[in-house]
């Protein structure tokens, strides 16, 4: 199959120029098209906002790779990995929203319909097993509601999320923050092929990009943009990356929920964190009759 033009060159620009979401923004905003940013001059490229002349350099030898590009693609392609680009009718509407969204994502699977309702379950990666439980229940809960379950592949909550969809015979989408060739972490390979079977799994990185902390927190704010509103369940010690997407969704004016079995979080602690808690899955089965979760 032929490969598009546009997109050799905005796979060239994000790979070998090393162009990031907010960068390539810029870029396109100044030149007005790829293939401006390609021929321009480095004494062009600097006068870019967030450009220096280090990443300006990167940008010049992008011009020498564009064949390679296309082979990169070719042979992503023959992997069984799509990719949707921002320019595509079929990228998520949602993503626009947000302030710095992908140029490109790569993904297995059918592609979700983001006309339809979609739920994030997020939560710690050593959760109890009362915590484990609560996850999968809720999974089958949104899948029984025709709701798609948005997480991360994570061990713990995340896994637990999408098995509870995936028992239910739901839809599940799993935003990853490695390459699709590189599932982190590897217990969960077997998961997330069959997430691929009946879902779908996506990441913004090179296939063959290695997991980073980084990477997991910027996944963050697509699992939430993709969502109506988040569920957390159970925080711990190790729950920064749950807390960074409540704190996302702050941003994004999405509510969160707090899967709280023990009332610990006050009335005045969920106003002060944004966040609803719920008690038990028979009560998050009646939030769900008042939270506005319809698509685009």
Same mark, same amino acid.
């Given at each position: 199959?032929?490969?598009? #033009?546009?997109?050799?060159?905005? @796979?060239?620009?994000?790979? @070998? ?31 870019? =906002? ?7 350099? #990167? ?7 564009? *064949? ?9 392609? *023959? ?33 979700? #319909?983001?006309?339809?309702? $979609? ?10 097993? #009362? ?9 089958? %809960? ?48 077997? %998961? ?25 927190? $910027?996944?963050?704010? %697509?699992?939430? $943009? ?20 409540? *704190?996302?969704?702050?941003? =994004? ?16 602690? =969920? ?12 009560? %998050?089965?009646?939030?769900?009759? @008042? ?6």
């Amino acid at each position: 199959m032929r490969i598009d #033009k546009r997109l050799i060159q905005l @796979y060239a620009l994000k790979t @070998y120029g090393e162009s990031g979401p907010k960068s390539l923004q810029n870029l396109l905003v100044y030149f007005g098209s790829f293939e401006g940013i390609i021929r321009a001059s480095l004494d062009e490229l600097v006068k870019v =906002q967030g450009i220096s002349k280090l990443k300006a350099r #990167k940008l010049l030898r992008v011009r020498g790779m564009l *064949k390679r590009a296309e082979e990169d693609l070719s042979l992503i392609q *023959k992997a069984g990995i799509m990719i949707i680009s921002v320019f595509d009718e079929e990228y998520p509407p949602r993503l626009l929203k947000i302030g710095d969204p992908p140029s490109m994502i790569f993904y297995r699977g059918r592609l979700p #319909k983001f006309t339809e309702s $979609a739920l994030a379950v997020v939560g710690t990666a050593k959760p109890s097993e #009362k915590g484990i439980s609560a996850a999968v229940e809720i999974g089958k %809960l949104l899948a029984s509601r025709g709701i798609t379950v948005v997480s991360g592949l994570a061990s713990g909550i995340d896994a637990s999320a999408h098995i509870g969809s995936l028992k239910a015979d739901g839809y599940t989408v799993a935003i990853l923050g490695s390459g699709l060739l590189n599932i982190y972490p590897k217990e969960n390979i077997p %998961l997330a092929n069959m997430v691929e079977q009946s879902g779908c799994l996506m990441s913004e990185f090179h296939p063959e990009a290695k997991v980073s902390k980084g990477q997991l927190i $910027a996944r963050n704010r %697509l699992i939430v $943009a993709l969502s109506s509103a988040i569920i957390a369940v159970e925080l711990s010690d190790d729950s920064n990356g749950t807390l960074n997407a409540i *704190k996302r969704a702050n941003e =994004q004016g999405k509510v969160s929920y707090l899967y709280d079995p023990l009332g610990k979080l006050s009335i005045e602690g =969920q106003a002060h964190s944004k966040v609803v808690s719920f008690r038990s899955i028979d009560e %998050l089965e009646e939030l769900l009759e @008042y939270l506005v979760i319809s698509g685009d």
